[in-house]
Every structure is written in C-alpha cells, then in structure tokens.
C-alpha cells in the first residue's frame, strides 16, 4: 500500500491496450548481474503503439471537449508522436495536420515507416526546414489560421504530446508500473531504477510525477536521445511545475524530486545511429525476442548498457526498462540494421 490520496484524473478516452504487460528479463539479467524488467508498452497497440498513446488519451479528451475537429502536431521526419496522432485522430474522428521537418521540404523523404502510416490515416503533412521548425509555434498558428479560414476548428497539440495535461498519461503510467511490482513483491515497491528514452520530456515527466504522488521508491532515469541534460532538465522541471500549476488538484504542491538525465548517448545525433547501437538491438532480440527501436528505446538501451558497464551497480539490484515503442522507425533504415546482422 502506498499513503497517497486517489489522484484525481482528466477526463480520457481509452486509445491504448493497458496495462502493458511487465516482463522479466531473466537472460539479460544474468549477463548484466542485475534483475531487468521490461515494462512494454510497444505493445499499447499496433500500428497505434507506443508511448504517445498514454498522453493522447487526455490530449485528445481535452480537444474533443473543446469542440476540435483537426488536431495539429510536429516532430521529426519519422516522428513516432505524429503517427500515433494522426491514427488516434481517425480513431476519434478528428483530422490531423502534422508539420514534419526535413532538410528540403521540396524533396520530402519517401513515405516509409511512421510516414506511410500517417498518410494512410489522413493526415495532411506540411513540410518544413529544421531552422523553420525552430519557430513551430509561429507555423503552428499559422496553419490553424489556414483551417479556421476553411471552416475547420483546429486543437494544437505541442511537439511530443509533452505537456502537463500529457504527462497525466505517464503518472497513469507508473500507477499502473506500481501495481505491477506489488504483484511481485507481495507489498510495498522494492527499490527499482525505470530507465527511459528522453526525447521532448513528456514521459520522463510523467513517471517522475507520478512516482512523487504515489511515493514509491522508484528512481526515474531518462537516457536523452537528443540535445543534452541541461536542456532536459530545465524542459521537464517545466513539465512537473506546469501539473501542478495547471492539472493537480491537491496534496503536493511542487515537484519534489530532482530530474535524473543520462547524458552521453546522443551519439551521432537525433534519429541518426551507430553501428554499435544497432548491434545492441539486435543482440537483445536475439536474446530475448525484444525489438527496440533505433531513435530512442535503442539509444536508451544502449545508453543503459554502458552505464552498466562502468558500474554494474549504477542503477541498484532492479532496473525496469521503459519500452516505449517506436518498431516502425528501424524499416527506413533497414540496410543499416541489416549490416550488422
Ligand atoms: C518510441 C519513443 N520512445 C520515447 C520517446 C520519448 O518520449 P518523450 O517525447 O515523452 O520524451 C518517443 C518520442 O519522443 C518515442 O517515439
């Protein structure tokens, strides 16, 4: 039992297939001389996968509530978030518009992986130069304009779903984590690390606050896949400050704990891999049956690894891995993966 009062939920629509099973990774643990959990949520559905879904279930109550009818949404070229968006969208039946950045918007990658599923699920996609993406909110209100001309009632949803009223989806989350190791441990959490990809701050957020409002002995680690720690920690004690501003309705009033950021393993950047990452990927499906992804879950993987490698008790006696999806993002670079197989 954990002393903490019922936490107060937003509205949701129920998008994703939770709870997501929590696996024991007994080889893994055995090499690496520490107990390995997988917690999966690549499999809160199919083509609808990921982590992005636990946060659209509240994104997309809000817009829904707020009379919206296209949803609006950035990212990366690949970007898992926009998928998920555009088919949580058609699921509820919302449009979306996704703006995705490219080097040349004049010649758009070819419409595999995320691109391909976006496309099938409607979604009107605007491309733009990173150096525009950098003004995402001037562009963002400059296409709901665009659709409020045409009639429409557009909903922005912020790159990554990583907002306050989003991170509800990862504090549902780690509730969800905290009854999982209950079962196992037969009454309170036992010290456990949950190790993540960190890539707009949203689900690091997310697990943190809710590993504070439930008081668990839980450690929250988030591998960044992008930009560095400093930038991590300002982005997600924003996050943390915002909830409790914005979303939580009693008890603790500011976040209490500190934003644990691994740095070092961006590697040769954002959505760009190394040999050595994509071997880790495919030894751990060779051992286990497990598929990462390249952008994030197999950086963080990686990254975990290391770490391990230093110190093989860096992250304590139990380490629950955060899978957090993304399969769809290794096909546009299957002659990558395929030569290190
Ligand atoms: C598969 C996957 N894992 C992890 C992340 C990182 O989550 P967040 O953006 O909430 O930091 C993302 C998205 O950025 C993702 O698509």
Redesign the pocket.
């Known amino acids: 039992m954990h002393d903490t009062a019922p936490l107060n939920y937003p509205e949701r629509i129920e998008l994703a297939r939770i709870p997501t099973p929590l696996q024991k990774m007994s080889r893994l643990g055995r090499k690496l001389g520490v107990e390995v959990f997988f917690k999966r949520d690549d499999l809160t559905g199919s083509a609808l996968s990921?982590?992005?879904i636990r946060k659209l279930e509240f994104i997309l109550a809000d817009a829904r509530a707020n009379g919206a009818d296209t949803v609006l949404t950035c990212g990366g070229a690949q970007s898992?978030?926009c998928r998920a968006t555009a088919l949580a969208a058609a699921r509820v039946g919302l449009g979306s518009l996704l703006l995705l950045r490219t080097p040349d918007p004049d010649h758009p990658p070819a419409p595999d992986g995320n691109i391909l599923l976006g496309r099938m699920a409607g979604a009107e996609i605007v491309w733009v130069t990173p150096e525009e993406y950098q003004q995402r909110d001037v562009l963002f209100q400059r296409e709901a304009d665009r659709l409020r001309a045409a009639g429409k009632k557009p909903y922005i949803i912020p790159e990554?779903g990583?907002t306050a009223l989003g991170a509800w989806g990862y504090v549902r989350a780690m509730a969800e984590l905290a009854a999982d190791l209950t079962a196992i441990d037969g009454g309170p959490v036992k010290p456990t690390t949950v190790i993540?990809?960190?890539?707009?701050?949203?689900?690091?957020a997310g697990l943190l606050l809710g590993a504070q409002l439930l008081n668990l002995d839980v450690r929250v680690a988030g591998v960044n896949v992008c930009n560095d720690r400093d930038y991590f920690v300002q982005v997600i004690n924003g996050i943390c400050t915002d909830f409790f501003k914005t979303q939580f309705k009693g008890g603790a009033a500011k976040p209490a704990r500190p934003v644990e950021i691994i740095d070092g393993y961006v590697g040769r950047g954002y959505a760009l891999s190394r040999p050595e990452e994509l071997r880790a990927i495919c030894e751990l499906a060779r051992l286990e049956g497990v598929v990462l992804?390249p952008?994030?879950?197999g950086k963080a993987f990686f990254g975990m690894l290391a770490e391990l490698e230093k110190n093989r008790h860096a992250f304590g006696s139990r380490i629950v891995f955060y899978h957090?999806?993304?399969l769809f993002g290794l096909f546009p670079i299957f002659e990558q993966v395929a030569a290190v197989l």
């Open positions: 990921g982590n992005k898992n978030h990554g990583s993540s990809a960190t890539g707009s701050g949203g689900t690091t992804d952008v994030y879950t957090t999806g993304g």
